[in-house]
């Protein structure tokens, strides 16, 4: 069966799950910014523009608050976001 052998690999199994973890943990486990909308890792001028233009042309993108509707509330709630920058 696959899986971790004891008597055989049990260092190399260990080390490797340990390694998986960390890259997983590292790229994959972020917490994700409202305010960072091209998903970039940065809170700059290029998300506001990018989500400006989503917004105005009523992409699905634009509906920050997640209620189904590209509006007002969500222009207002992403420039709440904007200000209140990322962690």
Same mark, same amino acid.
């Given at each position: 069966?696959?899986?971790?052998?004891?008597?055989? =690999?049990?260092?190399?199994?260990?080390? !490797?799950?340990?390694?998986?973890?960390?890259? +997983?943990?590292?790229?994959?486990?972020?917490?994700?910014? !409202? !305010? =960072?909308?091209?998903?970039?890792?940065?809170?700059?001028?290029?998300?506001? &523009?990018?989500?400006?233009? *989503? @917004?105005? +042309?009523?992409? *699905?993108?634009?509906? %920050?608050?997640? =209620?189904? &509707? %590209?509006? %007002?509330?969500?222009? @207002? =709630?992403?420039?709440? *976001?904007? @200000? !209140?920058?990322?962690?």
């Amino acid at each position: 069966y696959l899986g971790v052998h004891w008597r055989f =690999d049990v260092e190399n199994g260990n080390e !490797a799950g340990l390694n998986l973890g960390e890259y +997983i943990g590292k790229n994959f486990m972020k917490v994700l910014c !409202a !305010a =960072d909308f091209n998903g970039n890792g940065e809170n700059n001028s290029n998300d506001f &523009f990018e989500f400006l233009d *989503a @917004f105005l +042309i009523s992409d *699905a993108l634009a509906d %920050t608050n997640r =209620d189904g &509707f %590209t509006n %007002t509330q969500d222009f @207002f =709630d992403y420039v709440v *976001a904007y @200000f !209140a920058g990322c962690p």
